[in-house]
């Protein structure tokens, strides 16, 4: 490749590290009382993301009620890999969770591309070890910004990939579960914004976070908080 071809990849790695990243904002109290919480949660990172980006989020939820050791964060090995690879975590990170805890099932939250992980890991286990699962600015048809993004999951994010036809042939997750999707209207990342809806799920926009901010955000917060501890509710 020539260094002007060079100079292209850098400058549009560049600009979707800009759009992906995001540093972990300070976080404040949570108003609503603690909950009564004994359903750990796994949370999931989305491209380029790791545990630390879901910091605020895992605050937010031991001060709710959920206690340290029921909340997981995780790493993947590869955060711009395949969500193939990454479902295959996801399940290793739900059994060790499940086991250290003593819990019959768990829930999940997670955000941007690990909740196309998250679903194949649910399709793949049909889902017997999970009893809600968030997803938060996930691209569930694709986004046109993975084009600027690398890694296997690039491909894998963009809109009609053979990976996405797959994944949405058949219901959004399985029997039992229950899902909500969480979307704002200033998410420039998830490119077009319907993407981050699933069919037969709880969708709920909030105004008016960008794609990494989500996490940090009070708004979208209380709607996890009550998803997890009550169910989901009548669309708005």
């Not at 679903?119 to 938060?136: D, N």
């Not at 996490?215 to 509710?233: I, T």
């Amino acid at each position: 490749m020539t260094a002007a071809g060079w100079g292209r990849v850098a400058s549009c790695c560049a600009v979707a590290s800009v759009l992906w990243a995001h540093p972990v904002a300070a976080v404040p109290a949570e108003p609503s009382p603690p909950a009564h919480v004994d359903v750990p949660v796994l949370l999931v990172p989305g491209w380029l993301d790791s545990e630390r980006d879901l910091a605020a989020l895992r605050i937010r939820l031991m001060a709710a009620g959920w206690d340290e050791a029921g909340v997981v964060a995780m790493t993947f090995r590869d955060p711009t890999g395949s969500n193939r690879e990454h479902a295959e975590e996801i399940s290793r990170a739900v059994d060790t969770l499940l086991r250290k805890t003593g819990a019959a099932r768990v829930d999940i939250v997670a955000h941007s591309m690990g909740g196309l992980a998250t679903r194949l890991y649910l399709r793949e286990t049909s889902g017997a070890s999970v009893r809600r699962v968030v997803f938060i600015a996930t691209p569930h048809r694709g986004t046109y910004m993975a084009y600027l993004a690398f890694g296997e999951g690039r491909g894998e994010m963009q809109p009609e990939s053979d990976f996405l036809q797959r994944l949405n042939d058949g219901p959004p997750v399985p029997q039992g579960i229950e899902a909500m999707t969480i979307r704002s209207r200033l998410d420039a990342v998830i490119l077009p914004q319907e993407s981050a809806v699933l069919p037969d799920a709880e969708n709920r926009e909030v105004c008016c976070p960008t794609h990494a901010g989500l996490l940090d955000s009070v708004d979208a917060f209380r709607l996890v908080r009550r998803f997890l501890v009550d169910g989901p509710e009548g669309a708005p």
